[in-house]
């Protein structure tokens, strides 16, 4: 893949192979097979396995972990491979729970990511917030990321688990990257408020980042999403702005130009 070019593939769920600038990275890592994890206090089930093995999907040059916390988002086998991978970006507190290979990252701040050959990516961490207001103590602390390959945040921008809130707005405000990938699903694990974003949420997204491709991932596998990527799609259609948001096949790359 050339250096200008951007390529994303759907593994399931959150998980998602990028390849940009030369490098190769892999949002919150879920291999597990389906199964129940637990019943209390919330439930977490799993009703779809990967489109990939971490086998197929080959070597990686960094993990973006938008949380440790939840299975949905770092599961069993997504665990056991972290070890495996050079680095691995995620919220302060989850850098020290996890140890090892854990960077922690604060909001809108940029490390360096270097190749062998001298190239360079830009990574950002950005605001997220796991729910509504007030939710923080029980969701815990979340992330997003933003990529960059000529300056911080023109490629890529990674929403993590996240509702639509004054932080992400922030994101808006600051950058302008070529494509925007929303963790969706409208999650409701706990009652009638949602964890991540639904249909508003993401065309609050495409009102704010006009010049950006949207990409929908997190909608699918688990019993606690309860809109799926095909509703979020009709929603689009629905208010004549379906070209903004481009699908996504579980297992095969999707390009894009930079």
């Not at 992330?143 to 996240?162: H, N, S």
């Not at 993401?202 to 999403?225: C, D, I, K, Q, T």
């Not at 929603?235 to 930079?258: H, Q, Y």
């Amino acid at each position: 893949m050339t250096p200008s070019g951007l390529m994303l593939t759907l593994i399931g769920g959150p998980t998602t192979l990028i390849e940009v600038g030369g490098f190769r990275l892999l949002t919150d890592p879920t291999f597990d097979p389906p199964g129940l994890y637990r019943e209390t206090p919330v439930r977490f089930e799993k009703t779809s396995g990967p489109a990939l093995s971490p086998a197929e999907i080959g070597p990686l040059d960094a993990v973006l972990l938008s949380h440790d916390q939840h299975f949905d988002n770092l599961d069993n086998s997504g665990r056991a491979l972290l070890p495996t991978v050079p680095i691995t970006y995620t919220t302060p507190a989850g850098a020290h729970r996890l140890d090892g290979n854990a960077v922690g990252l604060a909001p809108f701040e940029t490390r360096e990511l270097w190749g062998d050959d001298g190239r360079r990516l830009f990574i950002t961490a950005t605001p997220a917030r796991h729910g509504p207001v007030g939710i923080e103590p029980i969701s815990g602390d979340v992330a997003g990321f933003l990529l960059g390959v000529e300056r911080p945040g023109d490629a890529l921008y990674v929403t993590g688990d996240t509702v639509w809130y004054e932080g992400t707005a922030e994101v808006a405000h600051r950058f302008t990257p070529k494509v925007v990938m929303l963790f969706t699903g409208a999650a409701e694990p706990r009652g009638r408020f949602h964890m991540t974003m639904d249909s508003n949420d993401a065309l609050e997204a495409a009102r704010a980042f006009p010049e950006s491709a949207l990409v929908a991932v997190h909608n699918e596998g688990w019993v606690h999403f309860k809109e799926s990527a095909a509703q979020l799609a009709a929603t689009f259609s629905t208010l004549g702005v379906a070209g903004r948001l481009t699908p996504l096949e579980r297992g095969i790359a999707t390009r894009f130009t930079l």
